[in-house]
């Protein structure tokens, strides 16, 4: 309603309840004004009816939703399902164009205004946990692998000869597979083991940039977060490393945004040395569905062709999550989590370490990972059946416990040609077996206390069956109904099970117990 229907209502009902309502909806809409203004992340988060205002607001912006329009192209934003049209808040456009990502699109002039907004709320967020220096921010509807795929397949251009990527190995599939989507060829740089903490080989690294001669290298791809016992990549090595020998360095920083630590080691790195674009993952670092990544980095000029060689159009679904979400945090909201997630990691620290010490284990020593940690499985492994460990893992799947992995240290895994020995270790000699468990952004209390306990009695539980694993006995430990034999699935207990759903309802029915 404007000015006039509410002068108009005047003469239904009271003045003062319309000038109530008035004051209220003009509170929402001087909030919406500063925003578009500023152009900065709200210290404190709006409320639901704000936001969908706004949305709406965006929506009726876009020519789908013209009363009049007449839209006779191949796409006009038309919705067969009210439930999809009401989930997507009618704004069907997507954003950019078919040749920019980042190009204002004519029939969506409210969806391109989210997009704009959204990514100032990103950029100030990144500037938020760290990187103060970061010239510019972007968010793409693909998870971070991808991602990685544009901004490599982008720094090629201007090194047509290259082929080869230097990558400092951690495993993870999607990580190394963008290397492979992207044409370009791997050159695995294993790390180096230090005390408990496998560390990065720059060394290594600079005796392959002699080796193959800096003009052939596409770009070094480093990593910031990852499961212990890997810490985060020697950034500002590497940067030195890339800037002395005029390298692209490409950082996968999947869920590194939530670390203020880890955002600190990429502003350095990027001051001492050469930091071309990051990478980090929407739904590990703003709880919001999978399906988006934030390229950044600190030339603009890069980060322009990237969002160029983004072909087509793109999905909106994921500008609207992380619009709203980030609206309806505000950044008071996002450091109360920020600091959360901190606390959760000590107190998962602590109460791991208490079980590790009633088992006769050990947490490693991995101070520079400050996300994920990682526990020994001596007790666990046996030197004539390596499959203990991994049955732990699917046990405590069974129990409702996702995230952990169990790493045996010996598992073989061929990735394309590629072939990967103590895959899910990061390394070919793992000295012992693991179990990693992290603290991510949103983790509670509960969540550690359901796992110390779990973990607890699976210890004690596999401990009893002391003697050979047989079909029977793996069966009794409450494995049956799953394919528990000793695969290993990123170093993540297998989700995939290969008998009826009686036999596995009824085994997790006792597990539970």
Same mark, same amino acid.
């Given at each position: ?172 599939? $999607?990580?190394? +597979?963008?290397? =492979? ?5 791997? %050159? @695995? ?7 408990? &903490? ?82 980090? $993952?929407?739904? +590990?670092?703003? =709880? ?5 990544? %934030? @390229? ?7 980060? &322009? ?105 010996? &598992? ?102």
């Amino acid at each position: 309603m404007n000015a006039q229907s509410f002068t108009l209502a005047e003469r239904l009902i009271p003045s003062t309840y319309v000038q109530q309502a008035v004051s209220a909806k003009k509170w929402r809409e001087n909030l919406i004004k500063t925003f578009i203004e500023q152009r900065k992340w709200p210290e404190e988060g709006w409320d639901d009816a704000t936001i969908e205002l706004f949305l709406n607001d965006l929506a009726h912006m876009d020519c789908n939703n013209f009363p009049e329009n007449s839209g006779v192209g191949e796409r006009e934003a038309r919705f067969a399902s009210g439930l999809v049209a009401r989930r997507h808040f009618r704004l069907g456009h997507g954003i950019g164009r078919s040749g920019d990502i980042g190009e204002v699109q004519p029939k969506a002039a409210g969806s391109s205004l989210m997009t704009k907004l959204a990514n100032a709320l990103l950029l100030d967020t990144i500037r938020f946990m760290g990187v103060k220096n970061s010239a510019g921010c972007f968010l793409v509807p693909m998870a971070t692998g991808m991602s990685l795929v544009l901004c490599m397949l982008t720094i090629k251009q201007d090194r047509p000869g290259a082929k080869f990527v230097l990558w400092s190995r951690i495993d993870q599939k $999607s990580c190394f +597979k963008s290397i =492979l989507t992207a044409g370009l060829q791997p %050159i @695995i740089v294993e790390p180096v083991l230090s005390g408990d &903490e496998l560390r990065t080989d720059v060394h290594g690294m600079e005796t392959q940039i002699t080796t193959l001669g800096s003009n052939n290298i596409v770009c070094v791809l480093s990593t910031t977060s990852c499961f212990a016992p890997r810490a985060s990549d020697s950034l500002e090595h590497i940067a030195t490393l890339c800037s002395r020998h005029n390298i692209p360095h490409l950082v996968n920083n999947a869920y590194g945004l939530q670390s203020a630590r880890l955002m600190h080691l990429i502003q350095e790195a990027a001051k001492k040395g050469r930091v071309d674009a990051f990478v980090q $993952s929407t739904d +590990k670092n703003l =709880l919001v569905p999978v399906g988006g990544a %934030i @390229i950044s980095g600190f030339d603009k000029g890069l980060l &322009e062709r990237i969002s160029r060689n983004y072909p087509g159009r793109a999905s909106a679904s994921p500008v609207i999550d992380v619009f709203v979400t980030l609206l309806s945090l505000g950044s008071n909201g996002y450091k109360n989590l920020i600091y959360e997630r901190k606390e959760m990691f000590k107190y998962l620290k602590e109460e791991l370490g208490k079980i590790a010490t009633k088992h006769g284990e050990r947490i490693l020593d991995t101070r520079n990972n400050p996300i994920s940690m990682a526990m020994t499985l001596s007790s666990v492994n046996s030197a004539t059946d390596s499959k203990r460990v991994s049955l732990l893992g699917s046990m405590l799947f069974l129990r409702d416990v996702t995230g952990t992995r169990c790493i045996t240290g010996i &598992e073989h895994k061929d990735v394309a040609s590629y072939q990967f020995d103590g895959w899910g270790a990061h390394h070919s000699n793992a000295p012992c077996p693991y179990i990693t468990a992290a603290a991510g952004i949103g983790m509670k209390k509960s969540d550690v206390d359901l796992f110390v306990h779990r973990l607890d009695k699976v210890l004690a539980k596999l401990k009893i069956r002391s003697g050979p694993l047989t079909p029977t006995s793996v069966e009794e430990l409450g494995s049956s109904g799953r394919r528990s034999t000793g695969r290993v699935v990123n170093g993540e207990s297998s989700e995939q099970g290969s008998s009826a759903g009686t036999s596995l309802a009824s085994s997790k029915d006792s597990l539970r117990k």
